[in-house]
């Protein structure tokens, strides 16, 4: 955030409102995590928001966008999260970007939010190898296939209740191969926290 983000009137990435990153109506649709049911990751899986409405249009505009500002609101909606999610001192694992998505949008967007997270460690171990396509329009078995063995880890988080976060969980398949990946370096993953689900019914 620049000294001019702090000084010029934004709007509101979720509805357009003008004279704040994130109005208050749009933040309402991130409630306290919900367990939701992916099958194959393993630990349990927590969500706070659905995929849908205000709540994916800020995600969206984090990610694809560049709305900077947000990211004090995603780090706070986190720490608020963490205490339902498990026991501290809380380790927190950003789920990786491909390094071309990640140089498009000028830096790891989820590693941005882990650093927003001022209750938590953050442990930037995960990355992906090279060949590993985008996602988007991939099936379950695609995406699965996709990330097979491709998930590298680079070293182990501190000891404490790891926490992979990531932005979105659809088919679960970056999850799961985050979850095993980790495993295989001796690492047990407590639970996964994401902001939004294409699981998750939208209320209200
Ligand atoms: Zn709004």
Redesign the pocket.
């Given at each position: 955030m620049t000294a001019l983000d702090l000084l010029l009137p934004s709007s509101?990435?979720?509805?357009?409102?003008r004279g704040t990153a994130?109005?208050?109506?749009?933040?309402a649709g991130f409630g306290p995590p919900t367990q939701i049911q992916v099958p194959g990751v393993g630990p349990p899986v927590w969500a706070l928001a659905a995929y849908h409405g205000?709540a994916r249009e800020l995600v969206l505009a984090f990610k694809e966008r560049g709305a900077r500002p947000l990211v004090a609101w995603f780090g706070a909606l986190v720490a608020a999260a963490l205490v339902a999610v498990g026991p501290p001192p809380w380790t927190l694992v950003p789920a990786p970007s491909r390094r071309s998505a990640a140089r498009d949008r000028g830096g790891d967007h989820m590693l941005r939010i882990a650093r927003a997270v001022h209750v938590a460690a953050v442990a930037p171990v995960l990355g992906l190898a090279a060949g590993v396509r985008d996602s988007v329009g991939l099936g379950a078995g695609a995406r699965r296939r996709n990330l097979e063995g491709r998930v590298v880890v680079g070293g182990r988080p501190p000891p404490g209740t790891v926490v992979l976060l990531d932005d979105v969980v659809t088919t679960g398949a970056t999850a799961a191969a985050c979850v095993r990946a980790l495993r295989g370096c001796g690492v047990r993953t407590h639970a996964v926290l994401v902001l939004t689900s294409a699981r998750l019914r939208q209320s209200g």
């Open positions: 509101c990435a979720g509805c357009g409102r994130c109005c208050a109506t749009c933040l205000a």
